[in-house]
């Protein structure tokens, strides 16, 4: 069938929108805040297209409560985001910030009010930078700092909160900010990027015993990772031995211990010339395998691999930026090739029935564990014109939406809105066969900061204008409500 509308879905299925709080709060000196690892990169010349920062970001910390109700008047039910480490805990351990935590307790008073479920994630690569001056996701004590972190968050937040994430895509975090230097802290050593697999899976375990020693086996707790979904460019064997091990290292690495308790074998076997794991130690693998309530999965594109079996470094393709130095670490005979089909700005492909697919196959390894879709979207070169085409009367009597009409300021995201459309369906197909979907998450609620790439990539429901921080209605945001209501 094709679901149109969200009362094709089980009652209780959350809709949502996602954003991390570097990339939108701003006032990254208000409050007791001190920096993290992703304002020392931003200030970096190089680092970031156009030198942009997340100085100011969206405002959002002080345009909070106009943003909640941009997201209640969309009926979103869920809003997915996350807490800033050194916001709440501004030397990486120790105590709490009092300003930090009247404020994000603001925030989740705020979203409960309007009826939204707050998906609060406590690590969105945003690692005070004191922390990481002490070695970062390198050591065995970023990963005890996190639990400490943890369990401070559940004892001032928890009566708040719905649902708790630990982490949200580790495998940027250590391979894109340790291995390939494209994001924060922007190092280039392979032994650190696999150190930083281990010690972020480590946080992982200790983030989940922290949350449930204080709020109880029943609080709802989850991980957020952005499974790979890697498909050989053809049936050779070499080319399968290409996807295998771009899934070991991007989602086996990850799901193996959180979910089995072990690393694969052929992860270990295939990084073993970079290190002998000896910084593994007795009892990590029974303190990262907790149970979880809701495995979250971030998805946006699928990748085209093959085994280049000539000489010289493998030729990268794969949407994480153009860097000297690759992600993926004991890789380097990997190839990733242009992906067909219609690309988005960030030049990944657009594929929907990938997501369903990849729901299909982790319900088959792990059929009693629910899923979610805790991010899906697309960047587009958007547009702010002025006329009343569009959605006629999608938005109307909404405060701030604009249903049509002459004189109207509109973003015409005809793609946006499909890729959105089309992923829902997606979904949806996977719910029909049997998988236990619980909720689906844009990427982004609004136009944000996008890491490496500054302010020049759009993702969000609606246009934020960055010299006025002006939230606009984007036709994907009225469609979005008009799909909800």
């Known amino acids: 069938m094709t679901f149109t509308t969200a009362k094709d879905f089980p009652h209780d299925f959350a809709w949502g929108a996602a954003t991390a ?93 309007r009826g939204i479920r707050p998906f609060v994630t406590l690590y969105h690569w945003d690692l005070p930078q004191e922390l990481e001056d002490a070695g970062g996701w390198t050591t065995r004590a970023t990963a005890e700092a996190f639990g400490e972190y943890a369990r401070a968050a559940a004892e001032a937040l928890g009566d708040l909160v719905d649902t708790w994430t630990t982490l949200n895509e580790p495998w940027c975090a250590a391979y894109l900010g340790y291995g390939s230097g494209v994001h924060a802290p922007g190092r280039t050593e392979p032994e650190s990027a696999l150190k930083a697999v281990h010690h972020l899976n480590l946080a992982h375990g200790l983030g989940v015993q922290a949350l449930r020693s204080v709020l109880g086996d029943d609080v709802p707790v989850s991980v957020t990772l952005n499974p790979q979904v890697a498909v050989p460019v053809s049936d050779s064997a070499a080319d399968r031995d290409a996807a295998r091990q771009i899934d070991a290292l991007s989602n086996r690495a990850f799901l193996g211990p959180m979910l089995e308790g072990a690393y694969p074998a052929d992860f270990l076997a295939d990084t073993a010339e970079i290190t002998d794991w000896s910084f593994v130690q007795d009892g990590d693998l029974e303190a990262i395998h907790q149970s979880i309530d809701l495995l979250g999965i971030n998805y946006y594109q699928t990748v085209h691999v093959s085994r280049n079996l000539g000489e010289g470094a493998a030729v990268r393709n794969d949407g994480h930026g153009d860097a000297a130095a690759s992600p993926w670490i004991g890789a380097d005979t990997v190839n990733f090739h242009a992906q067909p089909g219609p690309v988005t700005t960030m030049g990944w492909n657009i594929q929907p029935n990938g997501l369903r697919d990849l729901l299909r196959d982790l319900h088959r390894q792990y059929p009693d564990l629910p899923l979610a879709v805790t991010e899906n979207g697309a960047a587009f070169a958007d547009e702010v014109v002025v006329d009343g085409a569009g959605f006629e009367g999608a938005g109307a009597g909404v405060e701030g939406a604009d249903g049509g009409g002459s004189g109207a300021r509109r973003v015409h995201d005809e793609a946006r809105t499909a890729y959105i459309r089309d992923h829902i369906n997606a979904v949806g197909q996977a719910l029909e066969s049997g998988v236990d979907v619980r909720g689906y998450f844009v990427w982004s609620l609004m136009d944000n900061f996008e890491w490496a790439f500054g302010f020049d990539r759009r993702f969000g429901l609606f246009y934020t204008d960055y010299a006025t921080q002006e939230r606009l209605w984007k036709d994907s945001a009225l469609w979005m409500q008009e799909f909800l209501h």
């Open 21 to 113: 709080a570097y990339q939108i709060e701003g006032a990254v000196a208000e409050g007791g805040r001190t920096p993290s690892i992703w304002d020392t990169f931003a200030h970096t010349p190089g680092r970031i297209m156009n030198g942009d920062t997340g100085d100011i970001a969206c405002d959002h910390y002080h345009r909070f409560a106009e943003d909640v109700t941009l997201m209640a008047d969309m009926g979103l039910t869920a809003y997915r985001f996350s807490l800033s480490w050194s916001r709440v805990m501004p030397t990486g351990t120790g105590s709490l910030s009092d300003d930090g935590v009247a404020y994000y307790r603001r925030v989740l008073t705020a979203l409960r009010e």
